[in-house]
């Protein structure tokens, strides 16, 4: 079955120093994205990041880069310098061809962070 | 500037009555989806669909059904609301092979059943 998990709750950290948001996917599927999506208190999902399943380079944006580790099966996100403004739930999500060749996309439970002074 | 729109930013419902939540996408995109969030649950999937009067069941469909009659519109059913029901409800769309494009998201509706 597929499947996101995301075992990190509620995460701290102190501005300007890095954190790493955990990500672990199960799918069968050889073609799948992954993403991640920010959601401040407001409650709107802002995308932040996507990794291909046959791209070999982690991907970057800015301050937010994924480390994809294929064989393991993470995804994790990690945000550089971190600011107050960081403070969110963060989701991990996977897309993944369905039987009529759609793109069936499932999230995890999300990560809150957040980022004190 | 693209948009997802859902009709209603909160909502409150009694017990039984059968509730309409409206989705309306002007990306021209052919997946469009019903999420519902709750806390520590995250996102679980409810229905989505792939194509006009196309629907496919997520992980949790049971008390929804839906309605796609026009490509930008995609709307969630309760047929009988109940306490359970209550949660904020999420609607987003993407395009058909979506690839590295991500799913556009609504602004979300809090739904409130008493």
């Known amino acids: 079955a597929q499947k996101i998990t995301q075992t990190q709750p509620g995460m701290f950290v102190q501005e300007k120093e890095a954190v790493t948001l955990d990500c672990t996917y199960d799918t069968s599927d050889q073609s799948y994205g992954l993403f991640w999506y920010k959601q401040p208190s407001s409650g709107e999902m802002i995308f932040l990041i996507y990794q291909g399943s046959y791209d070999e380079q982690n991907a970057t944006e800015g301050r937010y880069s994924l480390n994809f580790q294929k064989a393991r099966k993470s995804a994790n996100l990690v945000i550089s310098a971190s600011q107050l403004g960081d403070s969110a739930m963060y989701f991990c999500a996977m897309r993944t061809p369905d039987y009529y060749n759609t793109d069936k996309l499932i999230f995890g439970t999300g990560t809150r962070l957040q980022v004190f002074p | ?114």
């Open chain 2, 1 to 114: 500037d693209v948009k997802v729109t859902q009709s209603s930013r909160y909502l409150v419902k009694r017990t039984g009555e059968k509730v309409f939540l409206e989705c309306v996408q002007d990306m021209d995109h052919e997946n469009m989806f019903w999420y519902r969030q709750d806390p520590g649950l995250g996102l679980r999937l409810i229905y989505f669909s792939y194509d006009v009067k196309m629907k496919e069941k997520g992980d949790i469909p049971e008390g929804y059904s839906v309605s796609r009659e026009k490509k930008e519109r995609f709307s969630l059913i309760l047929e009988s609301a109940s306490t359970n029901q209550t949660s904020m409800y999420l609607c987003a769309s993407s395009p058909l092979s979506g690839g590295s494009t991500e799913a556009f998201f609504g602004q979300g509706t809090r739904l409130t059943v008493v």
